[in-house]
DNA sequence: TTGAAAGCGCTAACAA
DNA sequence: TTGTTAGCGCTTTCAA
């Protein structure tokens, strides 16, 4: 393996030069960083990113901790991540939380306090809040994303705006028995927020939200499936269904051609998120762009690290998609 | 942040020991080692990664290629292995490759090359030569899963075997008409695969395959629409089809839906994959296991390290589930 | 703008 | 079984 010392010997000059010329870090005449450049390319060297650690305390490398990794939400917005990471030089080191003690235990004890990373991405994960000290005791930049774990900077979308959004389009089209699909307080920030937001929406309109058209599920198209089959059974089957996610629509959708409802005409549906398969299904949703969140962390947490000029406002956008799963009350 | 050295003065022993009992390398006897324990619990030790692999050589982190973080597929591989290599400790660096050529050269050139991992596994990503040749001089374990990029040891389904089984079941049923979306040499190994077992099926069955009834299209969900809408509008319309991933077969699906064909009545759908929504689109597929896919591969890299025993055979297990999209021509 | 040299925190001979 | 100590390959003072 070449090393820096070689690199010197052959560019003519000392070490400590090489590594000045190649961190950019210091004053190096451009005579001697064109004989470095040429050196390096010439035995192909690539710096050890232990010995550079070690010496520097840089690592150049972000931590992404994400739940969930097969799921769409996620997956799209660790794509962002590792898009402008990548393209800064930055690795990603991954850490996937399950519900296993033993293993988030492992995670936040252990792998984040390796020194090896310079900052940390979470992704709407709910810590607990010996987790969340843990990782402000990291010492290093964090941000979330999503979720506003207290304590820890957040970029979040207006998750009450987003469901106001989507239940006030309900409401314009004239529907007044809206049911909603997601979870309260239990599930986390980010749905309680969403059904604030539902409830808002209905009560601006006059309307009482009604405890019987809500149904709890935790954001698989499943649970999605199987909240609807509940909803869409009632003898005051509700007009219309908020579900709190796209994948949560997906199963509604599902539940509805069981049931024989057809799709706008017995029943609209919104979801929320944008997924990618959202308009093969005609969703009608409230897409958050999470390939973007997922970039717009990158840049938080590089310019945390004095990388980037910090970008603007934490607020994320969002944008309501009209397509044809909703349509007035028959 | 408490070093290897307080550890050592407040366990009463050298720094060599401490080394020696937190590795588990060397001999160490059992009351130095109950006392090292404490002193590391007592202080909340952890070591320091850089350090550690810059004297060790051993990183205890393993890269992972992959191409389109967003599919479901890689995102469930991927999940797999982020499960096994936790459970042993080790970490994970992930390289996301995109179509940039700046992007790859990034990674294949650089990232890699840093010492950053002790070993790699790639999703069925189609390599370039000197991209496999650089990957195979990193001199460290490398595992593919998926495509067989000559040289690099790979864990793989028999994708002849896969589209085989596929294909027989639609031909099992009376169809002689089975058109098939996929790719040809182009799209790599993989599809050209499944299009082999695919004609040899038809071959089998005494079929000529019809170049007309073969479609190309990149595995995406719309690629697969477009493709089937194109097929399903011929005169001759095949009367089944089979699909070379389960996001093809959902396109083609929802290409049916839109020409109100009905599906199996009009047109048999076949997929690949076990995709987490094929249940809900009464897709029969045949299922690869992505997830334990991946768990075969971490564990392949961990036994090419030394930790673990080796596993079996390379093959990885496929099973063809029936669901609705499949019945008799009309 | 450059170079010499002292670490960064750990591991692994080697000697005891 | 343990301790001493020389690195591992860089970065960063400090002096020139």
New binding site residues.
Partial sequence: ?V???EVARAA?????????A??G?????D??RAKVQAAVDALG?V??AS??S?????TRNIGVLVPLLDKWFYATVLSGIADVLSRHGYDIALYNLTDDPAQRAGVFDTSLRRSRIDGLITLTVELSDPERDGILALGMPVVAVGAPNHGIPALTVDDRAVAHAATSHLIALGHREIAHIGSGRAGGEVPARRREGYEQALHQAGIAPRAELFAHADFTIEAGHAAALELLRRTDRPTALFAASDEMAFGALFAARELALDVPGDVSVVGVDGHGMSGFFGLTTVDQFPQAQGERAAHAVLAALGLEAPAGAPELPFELVLRTSTAPPA
């Fill in positions: 393996m090393g820096i010392a003519g000059v000392s070490t400590a030069t090489v590594s000045r190649l961190s870090r210091g004053q190096v005449s005579a001697a060297y710096m050890s010995a550079s070690l010496a520097s305390g840089r």
